[in-house]
């Protein structure tokens, strides 16, 4: 099972940018649960959004109205759209899933996750 992350990059605040992660090594949708975290320096890893197989989201107060988590089953890819974006939004940005159900007060947590990608870096100047 690999999880491979893409779409990094630096940008002005108020700017956009589309995360990828491209997974193999299985069936996208054996997964329960994908999800994307960051990590600031010196900050715990946070999850931003999370998606399920039945489609369901979640997100992260700071970023609802602005951040859009999507899939596609056939691509084995799940996305994150990040629009407006903050200096406050930089970090390093992670993809992560799990085969197992995982309550919905879990999928906050990174230790919910199994398998995770190796991060792409997003900085946002102001």
């Known amino acids: 099972v690999q999880l491979v992350e893409s779409g990094g990059g630096s940008v002005q605040a108020g700017g956009s940018l589309r995360l990828s992660c491209s997974a193999s090594?299985?069936?996208?949708?054996?997964?329960?649960?994908m999800g994307w975290f960051r990590q600031a320096p010196g900050k715990e890893r946070e999850r931003v959004a999370s998606?399920?197989?039945?489609?369901?989201?979640a997100y992260a107060d700071s970023v609802k109205g602005r951040f859009t988590i999507s899939q596609d089953n056939a691509k084995n890819t799940l996305y994150l759209q990040m629009n407006t974006l903050k200096p406050e939004d930089t970090a390093m940005y992670y993809c992560?899933?799990?085969?197992?159900?995982?309550?919905?007060?879990?999928?906050?947590?990174?230790?919910?996750?199994?398998?995770w990608g190796q991060g792409t870096q997003v900085t946002v100047s102001s």
């Open positions: 090594g299985y069936t996208y949708s054996s997964y329960y649960c």
């Open positions: 992560a899933a799990e085969g197992k159900y995982i309550s919905w007060w879990a999928r906050l947590l990174p230790t919910a996750y199994k398998s």
């Open positions: 998606i399920d197989r039945d489609g369901i989201t």
